[in-house]
């Protein structure tokens, strides 16, 4: 079975320039998170999916991060403009949800770097 | 505000040399205490889910243990594949029912 798909796993940019960050979850896994990790530091959750619907996106910076979740599938992270700060490791998990709640299934990671 | 603090924050252990990382946590109410393991380079491995104080877990040479305050993973005889960032995180009862607050991990190093 194939686990969590992310790309790309690097992106270099110069500051103000966009990026996108594009993740595919575990077949039938209906909740989708994207979290932040910086180095030495334990994944931040910037929004969490239950299908297509963002159930919890408090911590995302929304003037200028946005997601999307089309068809409750596959998701999109967008950063416009991307400031210094912004580089990071990002990383989409998903679950089954239920019970399980603690149990996520993460990606390898987009690790953008913010020049 | 769910806190949770992992020490040491990097451990370096002798093939064999048996050891145990802390995980203490603040929480109005804990719904699960959670154990990951991520490599360089790839998101983090779920190993464990914890729900009360006694309970124990245990996958190949670790296990752990809960308190009400404090979560323990114990490596016994570790190896050099042991090495890795240790990450727990908690899950409060109340609240947004599935966010997962991180502690900062322990880097542990296993030298053959």
């Known amino acids: 079975e194939a686990g969590v798909v992310q790309s790309p796993r690097y992106k270099i940019i110069e500051k103000k320039q966009p990026v996108a960050f594009w993740c595919n979850p575990i077949s039938g896994h209906n909740t989708l998170y994207w979290y932040l990790q910086n180095l030495g530091q334990g994944p931040e959750l910037l929004i969490r999916?239950?299908?297509?619907?963002?159930?919890?996106d408090s911590q995302l910076p929304k003037d200028r991060f946005s997601a999307e979740r089309l068809k409750g599938v596959d998701s999109t992270l967008k950063i416009q403009p991307a400031e210094l700060g912004d580089s990071a490791v990002y990383l989409c998990?998903?679950?089954?949800?239920?019970?399980?709640?603690?149990?996520?299934?993460f990606g390898e990671g987009s690790r953008l770097t913010v020049l | 505000e769910d806190q949770v603090t992992q020490s040491p924050e990097a451990l370096r252990l002798q093939e064999g040399e048996s050891s145990s990382l802390n995980c203490s946590y603040t929480?109005?109410?804990?719904?699960?205490l959670f154990w990951y393991r991520q490599d360089p380079g790839k998101g983090p491995e779920f190993l464990f889910t914890l729900y009360s104080a006694g309970e124990e877990k245990e996958k190949e040479r670790l296990k752990a243990t809960l308190t009400k305050k404090e979560s323990f993973l114990h490596i016994t005889a570790p190896k050099p594949e042991d090495s890795a960032t240790y990450l727990c995180?908690?899950?409060?009862?109340?609240?947004?029912?599935?966010?997962?607050?991180f502690g900062s991990g322990t880097q542990l190093t296993v030298l053959p």
């Open positions: 999916y239950e299908n297509e619907e963002a159930v919890d």
């Open positions: 998990a998903s679950s089954l949800g239920g019970s399980n709640t603690g149990e996520l299934f």
């Open positions: 929480v109005s109410g804990l719904r699960g």
């Open positions: 995180a908690v899950q409060d009862r109340s609240g947004s029912a599935r966010q997962l607050t």
